[in-house]
């Protein structure tokens, strides 16, 4: 027999939209998730969505043959831009299968290995800028990490150099598709009679997407008109067919992919954040710096980075677990039942279609995962086999299943050789010594605030 799922009392036509905070809705669905436990409810403008935080019932409903993506809420909006692209398709759009099949392997550990030295072409821009601006400088880690992140995607699957580092402030197109993610989140919690009369948020949401349109569009022309001979992604969405059905991807769906900058999206926002809140709890936690610290000179000594490197720092690894654990930059991950089901040994009902949003920021932090020092920072929680031996779907930062981060063996390479050159080279300080952790948040979560200096380490070249 099923019991009711938990809701916060609604108000007549909006239902709980004031439940929600409008500036970083995650602190809301964190509070409620607090109060009303594993599960709850909320009415979003009639329509039901489903919240899941702690373990037991993520580990449940992480199952394919049950349960599969939805593409709700804000990724609704945000097809506005790239549509049935890779990230926003349902499961059973066509194209998600075709663009998945073709661009998995471009992404595969041995495809990213190769591009090693182009991610260090991006990542020294990041390191001379710090050196030569010098340890007065304030820097907002989250900007510089953007411009890594968006140029090292562009340049290493496009071929293509967005030369964000020679732009200040950022470049319009990335301030762009900052805002156009922000109007997203904001939109699917608006009475659309509202929306209808917000003429000039709709203006600029247009103007955003038709940016972020033909960037992506005069990238793809100038392939076109100069061919290049690499076997970049590029590339591959344009002349190679799928193994299954034996299909090209349409134009359409290159564009979407492409225009929707479907992967400097997902392919940025994610790894920019998880590189600022590494800084964030490494200058937090002086002890576990110093420790990496430790072993990046021992394994490095003064020379570069080298990909074969990254086996030989555990304690990085660790770090980055532990990043992603307490920080997951994709906090949140939808999904619905493909049939009317019950779960938690039947105590509850749900509804087939209804939308489930699975609280990452507290899965990560279920005491019965993690115990009682769970909002803690500690990396050594994910070193010696204590990481492979979590019990499933513990931690998901990377998403679930067929519709996992294809780019996860790319952003870990990405951000291995960012964070050890940055701290092979630099004392890292906050600005304000008093500062704690807050959060900004779009369809990704950022620090807020957060200002650093960083200082050239004696000896280093
Ligand atoms: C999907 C996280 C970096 C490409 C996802 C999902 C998550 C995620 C959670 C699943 C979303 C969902 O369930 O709705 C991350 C994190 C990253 C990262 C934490 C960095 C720290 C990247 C990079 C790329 C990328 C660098 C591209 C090179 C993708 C794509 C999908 C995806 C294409 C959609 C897959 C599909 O639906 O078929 N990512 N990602 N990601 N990610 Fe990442």
């Known amino acids: 027999m099923s019991v009711p799922i938990p809701q916060p009392p609604t108000i007549p036509f909006i239902g709980n939209v004031t439940s929600v905070e409008k500036e970083v809705p995650l602190r809301s669905f964190r509070l409620l998730a607090k109060t009303y436990g594993e599960i709850f409810q909320l009415n979003m403008l009639g329509q039901t969505v489903l919240f899941v935080s702690l373990h037991k019932l993520v580990n449940e409903i992480s199952d394919d043959s049950r349960f599969h993506k939805r593409a709700a809420g804000a990724l609704r909006e945000v097809r506005n831009l790239v549509g049935d692209a890779l990230f926003t398709a349902e499961d059973d759009e066509p ?15 041995l495809a990213v290995k190769d591009m090693m030295e182009e991610m260090r072409d991006i990542s020294n821009q990041l390191l001379q800028k ?4 010098g340890p007065n400088a304030i820097i907002d880690p989250s900007d510089d990490f953007t411009r890594v992140a968006l140029d090292t995607i562009a340049y290493c699957s496009m071929s293509h150099r967005l030369n964000s580092f020679y732009s200040e402030p950022q470049p319009e197109f990335a301030v762009a598709m900052a805002d156009f993610l922000k109007e997203c989140s904001e939109r699917f919690t608006r009475p659309r009679l509202l929306q209808a009369m917000m003429y000039g948020k709709t203006a600029k949401y247009q103007a955003d997407i038709k940016k972020m349109k033909d960037l992506a569009d005069e990238i793809v022309a100038t392939r076109k008109a100069h061919p290049i001979p ?20 349409t134009e359409q769906s290159i564009a979407e992919n492409m225009r929707l900058l479907t992967f400097l999206i997902v ?20 002890q576990t710096m110093r420790k990496l610290r430790a072993q990046i000179d021992e394994v490095l000594g003064s020379r570069p980075v080298q990909y074969e490197d990254f086996a030989n720092l555990p304690y990085l690894i660790a770090v980055m677990r532990e990043t992603l654990r307490l920080a997951p930059t994709a906090p949140i991950r939808q999904t619905a039942a493909l049939e009317d089901t019950t779960i938690g040994g039947g105590k509850y009902a749900i509804k087939k279609g209804t939308p489930i949003l699975i609280v990452k920021w507290e899965l990560h932090r279920d005491p ?13 929680r994910m070193l010696d086999g ?24 790319f952003a870990w390479q990405e ?10 080279r630099f004392d890292l300080a906050f600005v304000d010594p008093s500062y704690n952790l807050q959060i900004k948040q779009t369809l990704t979560v950022k620090p807020n605030d957060l200002l650093i200096q960083a200082t050239l380490r004696a000896g280093a070249v």
């Open 230 to 249: 690499k076997h970049d992604l590029l590339d591959i969405m344009l002349n190679s067919r799928d193994p299954k059905t034996g299909q090209s991807m």
């Open 95 to 109: 194209n998600w299968g075709i663009a998945h099949r073709l661009l998995m392997p471009a992404f595969g550990t």
């Open 130 to 133: 710090w050196e030569r601006f």
């Open 415 to 424: 951000v291995c050789l960012v964070i050890a050159s940055v701290i092979q």
């Open 368 to 380: 019965a995962v993690w115990g009682d020092n769970a909002e803690e920072f500690i990396p050594e």
């Open 267 to 286: 392919g940025h926002e994610t790894s920019s954040g998880m590189m600022s809140f590494m800084v964030y709890f490494l200058i937090k936690n002086p």
């Open 386 to 409: 204590k990481f492979e031996a979590l019990p499933p779907n513990a931690w998901q930062p990377f998403g679930f299943g067929r519709r996992a981060c294809i780019g996860r063996a």
